[in-house]
Structure formats: C-alpha cells, structure tokens
C-alpha cells in the first residue's frame, strides 16, 4: 500500500506526446511529488515536482515548456504530460515524494520503481 507506482510508459515517435501517472498512497498525499529520469550513462535528472494542491511547481530546464506536472484533486495521482518528445526524452522516469519540493535527488525518501520512455522512429 505504502509505495508509489509509476505508469503510462512506452514507445512513441519523436514530436509525440505521452502522459505519466503517479500513483501515490493516501497517507503520502500531502508530501511533494516529483519526477526524475535516468538514462543510460547519465546522472538522474530532475524533471519537475508538485506541492500539495499544485500550488508549487518546477521544471528541469531541458522539459520547460515541453512537460506539465499535475496532480487529482484526490492528491494520490500526480501526472506529467510530455510534448514535442525527442530521443533525448528516453529513459526511465521514477516519482518520488519528500516534504519539500525540488529538484535534486538527495531530497526525497521514496521512490517508485519506474517506467520505461522510448522516443524513436
């Protein structure tokens, strides 16, 4: 019960579009979400967060203006809309959550496991 569970991964074409979702737990719902991406022979990379109630949120500056975070009014589904994708847009995203919003990977104390993005012709 106490995990988040990443889902709405795949394959698309680049200029395609995809939507993630974050399942979050109930009791996890007033933390901060956010999403990373880790690719192959790359650090993990901060790609947005969300606060309670979306009142704050952040992007990496690689996915300003392409990605939109958002979360249910419920708080226990926090979405990333992803645009205009490109092959450099593969990896896998995780969510995490932590009591403050960032960017930086050390912050935040759980994890999901992942879905895989694959963005090619």
């Known amino acids: 019960q106490l995990q988040l569970v990443e889902s709405g991964g795949g394959w698309v074409q680049p200029g395609g579009s995809l939507r993630l979702a974050c399942a979050v737990p109930d009791a996890w719902k007033y933390l901060s979400v956010a999403w990373f991406r880790q690719a192959p022979g790359k650090e993990r990379e901060g790609v947005s967060y969300i606060g309670y109630g979306g009142v704050s949120t952040g992007y990496g500056n690689s996915v300003r203006g392409r990605f939109t975070t958002y979360r249910d009014d419920a708080q226990t589904t926090v979405y990333l809309q992803m645009n205009n994708l490109t092959p450099e847009d593969t990896a896998l995203y995780l969510c995490?959550?932590?009591?403050?919003?960032?960017?930086?990977?050390?912050?935040?104390?759980?994890w999901g496991q992942g879905t895989q993005v694959t963005v090619s012709l």
């Open positions: 995490a959550a932590t009591n403050r919003g960032s960017l930086s990977p050390s912050l935040y104390i759980h």
